[in-house]
């Protein structure tokens, strides 16, 4: 007889194209995954996968196949989620978070993703958008808050929050309270993320003139390296004001008056719309309560506010 667990192991080896990315995903073993697919071939008497040693690839049959096994995982996902407690969702959520997150809310969504779902635990990725979008489209994440929209078959974004870039500096600097143009600042280093992000690429372009001298970019994949150095007096930061309050608070850091302004973060809740997705859209939605200020109980919606959500590539 058919089981769950065998279908949902041929649709995962079949969107990942491989038995280890299957395993990986299930968290079991390569051999385990394999006796699954066997098991399934002979209860319906036919090939369902092309093997070789790299990659699976769904036989004619096994294209068929892939069409019911998504209707039913999704209605599986979804009897669970409309008649199931939601204290019994388990199982593991793979997160990519931008490092900005961590540094503001990221603490309180795991705690109430710890009190809400006490039986789903989160795997931590921490990186810069470019390579989180990467995992995400190669499903080694489920997850990712990350500076948005990304785009890709499938994808699904949904607004988080907006963080306003600032100018940064330890009083030590002597920088007045007037307004700042860029002459000014360009006579100090500038501190900011790493290479490669966003924000780095909208600095460097932002002192990128003929009638500045050359900027002295430094460029830190760690926040807090960005800080420290910033309120020790080494140069200016520019980053979100919201991951400094306590500094700002007890007077390390001020925020530095500019004649012209950058263009606010805008973080998004990305991932890719699959048949078992209840888990990680239940997280997402709570991701987007909590960085938006917004009350939240112990039994969050399943997902049916999509009025900040859109398809990409469709």
Known sequence: MLDF??????????????????????????????QRIAQLEREMGVKLLNRD?????????GRKMMVYAEKLIGLRAQMMAEVGDVRAMRGVLRLGVAETIVHTWLPRLIKSVNATYPNLSLEIEVDITPNLSEQLLAQEIELAFVLGPLAGPGVRNRVLCDYPIGFLASPSLG?????????????????????????YETVRELFNRPDLPPVRLHASASLATVIRLATEGLGIAVIPAAIVENELADGRL??????????PLTFMA???ASPDSIAVERVADLAAQI??????????GTGSREENASEQGS
Request: glycine share 4%; charged share 20%.
């Open 5 to 34: 667990r065998s279908i949902e192991t041929f649709l995962w080896v079949v969107k990942l194209g491989s038995f280890r990315g299957a395993a990986q995903r299930l968290n079991t073993t390569q051999p385990a995954i394999s």
């Open 53 to 61: 040693h790299r990659a699976a690839s769904p036989t004619p049959s």
């Open 175 to 199: 920088l007045g309270r007037e307004p700042l143009p860029l002459s000014e600042l360009a006579k100090f280093p500038i501190i900011t993320f790493p290479r490669r992000s966003r924000p």
């Open 254 to 263: 001020r925020h530095l008056a500019t004649d012209f302004s950058i263009q």
């Open 270 to 272: 990305s991932w890719l």
């Open 291 to 300: 960085a938006q200020g917004r009350a939240f109980s112990s039994e969050v």
